[in-house]
């Protein structure tokens, strides 16, 4: 079939979305194009999300974003122009919350200080939190309890990195997310402004420094012998020689960064993105006295502005929200007319195959048929398997249920890690973990790494409302990849579900009947006429269901018995019939 009459069997606004970083396969964008050009992909997916590494970045795996260019030693423009030429349109992040040490923003701003013109462009702690806290012995003003108490903490201890300013102090910058410090060893010269100490003194405190640099230890903790003045100074010499690794926040108070904004999603319609995912813009608007995750109503003013901005350049929006189910915000979001991620499907497809039973799962169907939720759902993806979203929340005293109760989730949490998966906690402001996040693994090895629970979770997946979403690894059966998130280190357990798969494994792959039979119930759910219409849902049993989508004389309905794991789609589209099984 030409390339022609593969773009008229295409339906954008709801046809599937492959998922996956430029080098996911193989070694840059250009493979995985020439994948999606080889004859078992022909009209299977319309949408293709690309990751972060497609700009340049340094850290957590693009989304410490340094500038919105092409990263060209993973992407190029002729690759973007054989997307286009498929018939695919492409998904992009903006980072709303945060960017790159170093990007040249920040840059400017470490090597100018007080000088830059981006001193405001992000937030300095101790600026924000002036007069609504008290200053510890490191610099740093810890707030009152009662604005600190409403934290919602990403990571352990306060959200700061402490950079070395030209002045030579170091000074402490908001940073909710990740961040790397690299310690160098010194040399004698790094000491020589230290005259209160002789050669000998200083030759001494250099082994002891560089010794618990390669050590990997801190090379702050140990006891000099000096004075506290001197020791400063030491400790100052070790701070202006390390390398900063980090996801600042910016400061959207700041007119600079809508300016910033606007061009980038300039570019980014330019690189031809139809869909924007706004990623951690719940994070975005901070104020004294109420949380740092989707306080309003400067949450609400934010995300109409970026709107704005979008309708200019002709971009869907994808807010992307991860919050408990009872808190309701998924229903916010929706009803202002945005696309929400359905994180809740994960979890609850778990569920449903290894409970044996759809009440749940029913229940969240007709919730989003309901109330017209415009969803993009996923079974895997780049982040981990969702937890904390499946939870129930009290609001305003009125404890809201969620789609599971806590017995379900630790039934599905503790499954997933007996069987490999790496923990993502959350943290109070003192450090104290207070709740799972999310678990890492493959959505291969969640189900045991059992193909029938693979295809049919595949199946329940394509038959719900919304876009469905692929990762590019449960596509290909992929499983938990335990050395990546060894040796990744600190945060590397995100690193169990990236496995980067070369040319020789996909081709072996694509010899699979589990991936076979995926492409083929994925190139239905992309081209079949039944999707454009609407959903019935035929409730038999608590292990017995069946989904059936509808438009005019067209049809395709999925069968499903949880209690043998078998399904069945049956389809008619114009003239043609068919029925496939899984058994």
Not at 204 to 210: A, G, K, P, S
Not at 263 to 270: E, Q, V, Y
Request: with cysteine.
């Amino acid at each position: 079939m030409s390339s022609n009459s593969r773009l008229k069997t295409k339906r954008h606004s709801k046809g599937v979305m492959f998922n996956a970083y430029p080098d996911s396969i193989g070694v840059c964008l250009k493979d995985t194009v020439e994948i999606l050009k080889r004859p078992e992909f022909e009209d299977v997916f319309s949408q293709f999300y690309i990751l972060p590494t497609f700009f340049n970045s340094d850290l957590d795996r693009g989304f410490s974003i340094i500038d919105y260019n092409l990263n060209k030693t993973l992407v190029s423009e002729r690759d973007l122009e054989i997307l286009k030429q498929l018939g695919i349109k492409l998904k992009f992040d903006i980072v709303l919350n945060h960017l790159s040490v170093a990007s040249p923003q920040f840059k400017d701003l470490l090597a100018k200080g007080e000088n830059s013109k981006y001193k405001d462009f992000f937030i300095n702690w101790n600026d924000f939190w002036k007069n609504y806290g008290t200053l510890n012995d490191d610099g740093v003003i810890i707030p009152d309890k009662r604005y600190l108490d409403q934290l919602f903490m990403r990571k352990s201890g306060l959200p700061i990195l402490k950079v070395p300013f030209p002045d030579g102090t170091q000074r402490p910058y908001w940073n909710t997310f990740y961040q790397k410090i690299i310690y160098n060893s010194l040399d004698i010269e790094d000491l020589e402004h230290i005259t209160e100490l002789n050669q000998d003194q200083k030759e001494d405190i250099l082994e002891i420094i560089n010794t618990n640099i390669v050590n990997k230890k801190s090379p702050f903790n140990e006891n000099l012998n000096c004075s506290k003045l001197i020791s400063g100074k030491i400790f100052k010499a070790i701070a202006n020689k390390a390398d900063y690794l980090g996801q600042m926040d910016v400061n959207a108070k700041s007119e600079m960064v809508w300016e910033f904004y606007e061009n980038t999603l300039s570019k980014l319609k330019d690189y031809g993105c139809s869909i924007l995912r706004l990623d951690a813009f719940a994070y975005l608007h901070k104020a004294v006295g109420k949380s740092n995750f989707f306080n309003t109503p400067g949450t609400w003013d934010y995300l109409n502005r970026i709107k704005s901005l979008a309708i200019k350049n002709n971009l869907e929006l994808l807010p992307e929200i991860h919050a408990e189910y009872g808190l309701g915000l998924h229903k916010e979001v929706s009803q202002e007319g945005y696309h929400i991620y359905d994180f809740f499907l994960p979890g609850l497809v778990l569920h449903t195959i290894e409970r044996q039973s759809c009440n749940a799962l029913v229940k969240w169907i007709k919730e989003i048929l309901k109330n017209n939720y415009k969803t993009v759902n996923m079974l895997g993806c780049h982040d981990g398997i969702p937890v904390l979203d499946l939870k129930g929340k009290e609001v305003d005293g009125v404890y809201q249920k969620g789609l599971l109760n806590n017995e379900e989730i630790d039934y599905i949490m503790n499954l997933i890690i007996d069987r490999g998966g790496r923990v993502k906690n959350l943290y109070d402001a003192e450090g104290n973990k207070i709740s799972y996040y999310q678990i890492n693994a493959t959505y291969f090895s969640a189900l045991g790494e059992n193909e029938q629970k693979l295809l049919l979770a595949r199946a329940i997946q394509l038959f719900m409302p919304g876009i469905p979403q692929i990762w590019y690894l449960d596509l290909f059966a992929g499983v938990n990849d335990y050395k990546a998130a060894d040796e990744a280190g600190e945060g590397g357990h995100k690193e169990i579900n990236r496995t980067t798969l070369n040319l020789d494994e996909i081709s072996l792959c694509l010899q699979k009947d589990v991936v076979k039979s995926q492409l083929k119930m994925i190139k239905l759910r992309n081209t079949l006429n039944a999707f454009y219409g609407h959903l019935d849902i035929h409730f038999v049993s608590q292990s017995q269901f069946k989904l059936k989508w509808i438009n005019n004389n067209d049809w395709a309905q999925l069968d499903v018995s949880l209690s043998d794991l078998s399904f069945s789609i049956a389809y008619r589209d114009n003239q043609l019939v068919d029925t496939l099984k899984f058994n």
